[in-house]
């Protein structure tokens, strides 16, 4: 069965860090693209972006260039995002979901991570 | 900067047919785009129902379709259900790697 727990959210002040993790099984994890996708409270889902397979090569929205870095461990079947200059509008439930082949972006999903960025 | 757009809301009856619509603030939606659908509910993660224009994801019902109608992306559900009230969502593929949802459907089964 394929799981994705993440974790790592909280409360950060504005211009802070926080890095979410990831643990991925149930399938083999090297071999997929990854996204992770964020939702603000009451509002719609926002991709966010997301990594090749081999770690290589990452795309993101615009409103997260520069400041979010997405990776990856493959040993450790893990997704990472690392979030630096955090602001307000970051606030969000952060979900990672798998991209599976033949053009099915977020066949599988994770049941999401809190982050509220506040003073 | 591009929109994707859906409809805010919609309702229908207890085993009535629905469209909800996928478009393009700018240009029209194609199988190029590879238009997905998701359905959420309060509280929950999305499911993913529909990929690339018009294939189920796994163990999805019949009564969901995906299609291209006129110029924009399609998700038909027919013999609505009680279980079928919840927030749609699309997302279509741009380029260079990037995916945009649209702002979501909140369906209503009345």
């Known amino acids: 069965e394929v799981q994705l727990v993440e974790s790592g959210g909280g409360l950060v002040q504005p211009g802070g860090s926080l890095r979410l993790s990831c643990a991925a099984s149930?399938?083999?994890?090297?071999?997929?693209?990854m996204t992770w996708v964020r939702q603000a409270p009451g509002k719609g889902l926002e991709w966010v972006g997301n990594?090749?397979?081999?770690?290589?090569?990452?795309y993101y929205v615009d409103s997260v260039k520069g400041r979010f870095t997405i990776s990856r461990d493959n040993a450790k079947n893990s997704l990472y995002l690392q979030m630096n200059s955090l602001r307000a509008d970051d606030t969000a439930v952060y979900y990672c979901?798998?991209?599976?082949?033949?053009?099915?972006?977020?066949?599988?999903w994770g049941q999401g991570t809190l982050v509220t960025v506040s003073s | 900067q591009t929109v994707v757009t859906q409809e805010p809301s919609f309702s229908v009856s207890p085993g009535g047919t629905v469209t909800l619509t996928c478009g393009l603030s700018?240009?029209?939606?194609?199988?190029?785009?590879?238009p997905s659908w998701y359905q959420q509910t309060p509280g929950q993660g999305p499911r993913s129902l529909i990929y690339?224009?018009?294939t189920r994801s796994s163990g999805v019902p019949d009564r969901f379709s995906g299609s291209i109608l006129g110029n924009k992306a399609a998700l038909t559900i027919t013999g609505a259900q009680a279980d079928d009230e919840s927030d749609y969502y699309c997302?279509?593929?741009?380029?260079?790697?990037?995916?945009?949802f649209g702002g979501g459907t909140k369906l209503t089964v009345l």
């Open positions: 990594i090749k397979p081999d770690g290589s090569q990452t």
């Open positions: 979901a798998r991209d599976s082949l033949g053009w099915h972006p977020l066949d599988y």
């Open positions: 997302v279509l593929f741009m380029g260079s790697g990037i995916w945009l």
């Open positions: 690339n224009t018009n």
């Open positions: 700018s240009g029209s939606v194609s199988t190029s785009y590879h």
């Open positions: 149930g399938f083999t994890f090297r071999s997929y693209w």
